[in-house]
């Protein structure tokens, strides 16, 4: 089943404007990561967020987790033209001195955001 | 964080061949994974790349389809075999555990994969 959902699915914005993108899970996980990729290239690891942590903040980026609602938000401030790319969050249950498998990620879906110059 | 490199960068195959895709990264890793993304789709884990020993796949992929090697701790290899149509997409190796950077997952540039 579909861990992750991003909401919307799409988003067009000025450039200037903040951005701001949720992410729903469904079990309960260890981290939530969230990714950048522009068109169909590989994925641009944006910042790491842990189960006991509620707020983090990257540069123009800010995430926040509510694990109680099982989910996630990604605010990009005064977006530029080069933030147009589809982003993704993505879930694991790893823990630190678990190993193996716990590591793999599943992801939503994406939101693909257009920043408009 | 890790730097990671795939080849081939994008491919064009004739169904019924295989390719195998080459995943090196800078630094000695603990994990390696294999993902695969279908046109406009996000990413789905095909396997767990295990250093010495067979790889762990997940449901609805298995290994005379997506053989996977793993000989040590900073390389890889995918083979996508007998190749349809259906199988063009982007492959991506992703590596986590790293020294500085325990949890956090990177990911290699991607392998675009087009077979006629």
């Known amino acids: 089943s579909q861990q992750g959902e991003e909401d919307p699915q799409a988003l067009s914005i000025q450039e200037g404007e903040n951005a701001t993108m949720n992410c729903s899970y469904k079990?309960?996980?260890?981290?939530l990561q969230w990714y950048r990729q522009n068109s169909g290239r590989g994925l641009v690891h944006l910042i790491l967020?842990?189960?006991?942590?509620r707020e983090k903040h990257s540069g123009r980026l800010r995430v926040t987790l509510d694990t109680s609602k099982k989910s996630s938000s990604l605010l990009i401030t005064a977006s530029r033209a080069a933030d147009t790319a589809s982003y993704f969050c993505a879930t694991d249950n790893a823990l630190a001195n678990s190993g193996g498998s716990n590591y793999k990620l599943t992801f939503g879906k994406g939101t693909l955001l257009t920043v408009n110059p | 964080s890790a730097v990671i490199s795939q080849k081939p960068s994008r491919d064009i195959c004739q169904r019924g061949t295989s390719l195998t895709i080459q995943c090196q990264v800078d630094?000695?890793?603990?994990?390696m994974f294999w993902y695969r993304q279908q046109p406009g789709q996000s990413l789905t884990l095909i396997a767990t790349a295990n250093q010495g020993s067979e790889a762990t796949y997940e449901s609805g992929f298995v290994i005379d389809k997506f053989p996977i090697s793993r000989p040590n701790l900073t390389f890889s290899t995918l083979t996508v075999s007998n190749m349809s149509p259906e199988d063009s997409s982007i492959y991506l190796c992703?590596?986590?555990?790293?020294?500085?950077?325990?949890?956090?997952?990177?990911f290699g540039p991607g392998t675009r994969l087009t077979v006629l």
């Open positions: 079990t309960s996980i260890n981290n």
């Open positions: 630094s000695q890793v603990t994990m």
């Open positions: 992703s590596v986590a555990g790293t020294v500085q950077r325990l949890d956090e997952q990177f």
């Open positions: 967020i842990r189960s006991n942590e």
